[in-house]
């Protein structure tokens, strides 16, 4: 499995916070979800892209309750709909296609 870097841990230090200073629910949720990702890197490569996604997604419902919590902190997230250049948006979707009929 590539190794993934979790996004949470870049907005913790945005947020020049710690995880200890998080709700205890979302510090539980945390541990939880280094527990699988340690115990998913040591998986069958199968098992590893089944899910993936599911690694992926927790750690944006994390991102989310982070950045709910110190947004006061946090940068401003850009309008995306002003910023998509919609060549490269086509060209990424075609690579992506590419990607998984080869696989």
Known sequence: ????IPQYKD???KAEAATT???I???QLIEKYEHVHNVLNGTDPETQQRLFFILVQTDAVICAHIYSIYKDKL???PDRQEKVDKVKLMALRAKALKLKWEK
Do not use: D, F
Request: net charge neutral; no cysteine.
């Open 25 to 27: 629910g979302l510090q």
């Open 75 to 77: 940068p401003v997230l």
């Open 1 to 4: 499995m590539t190794r993934y």
């Open 11 to 13: 907005w913790l230090n």
């Open 21 to 23: 200073e998080l709700p």
